[in-house]
């Protein structure tokens, strides 16, 4: 989580969101439609659906809330994309990061990543991917 917040914590002139609305891909999520959520996340955010998909899936959820955020995300947004993928996925929780309090852990960084901080990490995902 330090290596994410580290990387968020650079600040840069933002770009447009694109894609689907937040509230939409919520939709999509809500209907079992993973597939849409993680395409119109990976329109609206400039990356790859190979990346997007992975963010979706890596348990500890802290790249999909910078991601979120960059997104255009609400804090309740966010919870809710996180809860519904988190309940589609092995009920195992991470080694060693999560417990009880590990969503409400998310929504504090979700809130302490600002927008264009997001947008930042989001930049450097893209050049690390190119490389």
């Known amino acids: 989580m330090t290596a994410v917040l580290s990387i968020a914590a650079d600040i840069a002139a933002g770009f447009p969101a694109r894609g689907d609305a937040p509230a939409v891909l919520l939709d999509h999520l809500s209907q079992g439609q993973y597939h849409l959520f993680e395409a119109g996340l990976a329109r609206r955010l400039n990356l790859r659906m190979a990346e997007v998909r992975r963010m979706v899936h890596e348990r500890a959820g802290a790249r999909l809330a910078v991601a979120c955020r960059a997104a255009g995300f609400t804090r309740d947004e966010f919870q809710s994309a996180y809860g519904l993928i988190q309940s589609s996925l092995a009920r195992m ?15 504090t960084l ?6 264009g901080d997001a947008e930042t990490a989001l930049r450097r995902w893209r050049r690390a991917i190119a490389a």
Request: with cysteine; glycine share 14%; charged share 15%.
């Open 110 to 115: 979700f809130e302490l990543v600002r927008p």
């Open 93 to 107: 929780p991470a080694p060693g990061i999560c417990g009880a309090d590990w969503p409400q852990q998310l929504g």
